[in-house]
């Protein structure tokens, strides 16, 4: 097992990096400009202005379009699949040609047309960046981040011309300690360093996000494939366990879909923070937000739940590496990042990834078998409690993923189903179909789809031929349930069959996850049939369930509840008077509806049994257990 821990700071861990030399600045800036500029397109990026989160790109073209060059930025980025209007953050803009300003034109909210020059075109622009998000860009005194589809603006018609980036430090000496993150190749300059990049055509420009501060490094091999996490922010975390740990998930994933890897280097960008969570693949790095209190510390020898979680999240977005950054819908090669792009698939490019990112935990034996099935049982229960994977189907949910599931409101527990939850155990009903057929599982079909459409899209009705070619039986009646129905799938039988018992119960309470069996000896508590939130007054109902007590009475959210019979209540002490009275009960509420005091006549009910949690059955056929080990075991 190789693995090396290199630290930023108060160090130079760069390789052949003289001690005494700055580590971040270009030798000589305008030599290497120069040489840039005898490239079709070039760009130079600088935090300008830390402590007022502007980036200066200056943008070069070498030879513009004859009647006027159009450009414009990107309104969504491939993975988040929300028009977000990149454009808006440009501050200013001007263009230059042959040393005279030359005038630029908007043709929509996010396009320019500059008139028309011999060349080579300037055109400089300002972007503020104050979005701490892994989509977008983030810039202040600590440290800088851009995704380049919010940066980088496309020269239309010359999408597939080469790309050169002059990445460049601040100014100051206090960020003479900054580097730089990012998978883009180099050119005329070294790794972790400022200087000059390079991109094979503008869809490789914006695939490849950049981080620059003072981060902790650490470094690993994965199958003969150099990897690479840096950690921005405060922590304490273990960093030879990440290393060790990592190369372990990143391995078992190359392994699944067979050497060698797609990738020459990978790289995890981390930001840590006190409570953030979030990532984003890209072809050969991911960025990532996490809680510091999720990464792992030297005095802790378990895997804790927010370690679990953290895992599970590098797991995902590696598995994506092939499961949507190359393998991907037919209707996305090439994206069109102008408007949205609607596609059946998510279910599956999602929802697969969600299937593999914790099953490849328990295949590693990173976590134990008891608690994948803990984390089975909390997606079960996802979905359980949501109404709205009654009223819309996978496939639905996938294509309307841009105006549904990314913009969801107070309904969207009783409207919208996520295709990543739903998704995963589709992924997991298809995987214990086919294994208990006997013919195939989901393993064979990965592979073969990297085999087959690893530089090629895929339509749905192709990838459920495919699916079905592999498993070398009639899948249709299952597609038809599982994705263009609003049944719900036959979990129960499926995991019978490996040995394994779902159960259902009601929830403990609101922080009640599920995927354990829970403590209140199967008796349901009584519930008004909402969530509710902090609110100054009293408690504000962020969503109000179906056939809910609450929605039965006439309660919306919104409306912030103050009292039930009489008694005061705030947010933490809702739910507890709510389950001091019997099922059944009629109780008088009082709320505020905007500036109203309203009364509401409710009868409170049980908790519904929705609540999984999945425990071994006493094995009596060997097949069971067979096919349980060949799920859970290493392929």
Known sequence: MIYRVRIARHAYPIVGLVRGAHPTKPETRNSKLETFMTHAIHYRIVPSSPEAHLFEVTLTVARPAADGQVLSLPAWIPGSYMIRDFAKNIVRLKARCGGQELATTKLD?????????SGPLEIRYEVYAWDLSVRSAHLDTTHGYFNGSSVFLRVHGQDDQPCH???LPPEGAEYEEWRVATTLPVAGTGLWRFGGYRAADYDALIDHPVEMGCFDLIEFDACGVPHAMTLTGRHRADRERLARDLKTVCEYHIRLFGEPAPMDRYLFQVMITGDGYGGLEHRSSTSLLCSRDDLPRADEDEVSEGYRSFLGLCSHEYFHT????????????????SREVHTPLLWFFEGVTSYYDDLALVRCGLISRDSYLELLGQTITRVLRGSG????????SSFDAWTKFYKQDDNAPNSVVSYYTKGCLIALALDLTLRTAGTASLDDVMRTLWQRHGVQGVTDEGLERLIGEVA??????????????????????LLAAC?????????DGAADKGGKPGGNNGTPRTVLGVRSGDDPVGARLLNVFDGGAAQRAGLAAGDVVIAVDGLRVGNASLEKRVAGYAAGTPVHVHAFRRDE??????????APADTCYLTKADIEDLRQQQRCDAWLAKP
Do not use: H
Request: aromatic share 10%; with cysteine.
């Open 389 to 396: 994977r009654l009223k819309q189907p996978v496939a639905d």
């Open 499 to 507: 040995g394994i018992v779902l159960n259902l119960r009601p929830a």
């Open 322 to 337: 092939w499961n949507i950054k190359r393998i991907k819908p037919a209707v996305f090669q090439p994206y069109d990042l």
């Open 165 to 167: 980036v002059e990445i």
């Open 109 to 117: 909210k996010q396009t320019w047309q500059c008139a028309p020059c």
């Open 597 to 606: 005091l309203m009364g509401f006549d409710t009868v409170l009910q049980a």
């Open 472 to 493: 070398g039986i009639d899948l249709s009646d299952f597609f038809s349930q599982a994705l263009r129905s609003t049944d719900d799938l036959p979990l129960a039988e």
